[in-house]
């Protein structure tokens, strides 16, 4: 089982990666989203998501423990949000020995998961900035792949001009407009 905290364009296309190697793999991976924004939601549905939960309305820890085959949480988590309530909840989710991947961007002082938690839980734990320009040329046919597995239009909500780009900033970071 794989979760994703955050259904952001990064969390969206990391949904549809994760549905998309499962299938390939002949071992289709529940996918299960997190967001509270409905077109978000609605959108890592479109993306192969087969579970989406809001972490305002849902207890989103016991709902990824019922539906992981050990019952103890999900195998991986990718944290996409970078907030510290967003990597308490993606270590929270994940089962012991399990693997948490973190690419939001990291703006506050003291991480929510000491040292001494993460031993005690055996996780794996990634994270940094993706050196994009270097993975390009060997997985550029994979990134293609997944691209023609669903209708990519699902992540445009919006036209805007160049000068529109500080405003619609703005409205994606408050999360307003229906956005994605």
Do not use: W
């Amino acid at each position: 089982m794989v979760v994703v905290i955050g259904c952001g364009p990064v969390g969206l296309m990391a949904v549809a990666s994760a549905a998309y190697l499962g299938a390939k793999s002949g071992r289709p991976t529940t996918v299960v989203a997190v967001d509270a924004v409905p077109e978000r939601m609605a959108a890592a549905k479109r993306l192969g998501a087969k579970h989406v939960f809001s972490f305002r309305t849902d207890n989103v820890v016991e709902r990824v423990a019922e539906l992981s085959p050990s019952q103890t949480g999900a195998d991986v988590v990718l944290e996409v949000v970078g907030q510290p309530a967003a990597m308490k909840l993606a270590y929270d989710c994940m089962r012991p020995g399990g693997v948490l991947s973190s690419v939001g961007v990291h703006a506050y002082e003291h991480n929510q998961i000491s040292p001494e938690g993460a031993y005690d839980k055996n996780l794996t734990f990634t994270t940094g900035r993706c050196p994009a320009r270097s993975l390009m040329a060997g997985h550029l046919p994979h990134l293609l792949a997944v691209l023609e597995s669903f209708d990519p239009t699902v992540l445009f909500t919006h036209r805007i001009s160049l000068d529109e780009a500080p405003e619609a900033y703005k409205v994606f970071n408050e999360q307003r407009d229906g956005m994605i």
